[in-house]
């Protein structure tokens, strides 16, 4: 049997250096590229994007977001709604939006924060 030639390991510190999931920035950085992200896991095969994907959204559930901050997210990050067409949606300020954004970013960074430094999260 042969040996693989692939090193995962590196794709792998790639993903974490380009999306720090325990930084706002990396937060906002993967939601501004979820579609190449999601694109990338079958046109290239990339675990790695698998694996950041499935942690996303594993902390969105863990950082029990309101359902106002996850319906903003998914509509301009997921739908591509600009901020400016989500508030006419929701009847909100477009400063709204970005509030909820930005609250929601910040939770869900601070629970993978946690999750790095091993306190439980519950």
Aim: with cysteine.
């Amino acid at each position: 049997m042969g040996t693989c030639k692939v090193d995962f390991s590196g794709k792998q510190k790639r993903m974490d250096e380009a999306y720090p999931m325990d930084r706002e920035r990396g937060i906002y950085a993967l939601l501004a590229n979820v579609h190449k992200l999601r694109e990338m896991r079958f046109s290239r095969a990339d675990y790695a994007a698998s694996d950041l994907l499935i942690d996303f959204t594993n902390s969105v559930v863990e950082a029990s977001l309101t359902s106002r901050q996850r319906l903003v997210i998914y509509l301009v990050y997921f739908r591509g709604y600009t901020q400016q067409e989500v508030a006419r949606r929701l009847s909100i300020t477009q400063q709204g939006v970005s509030d909820h954004i930005n609250a929601a970013v910040s939770r869900i960074a601070v629970v993978n924060r946690n999750k790095e430094q091993g306190v439980n999260v519950a």
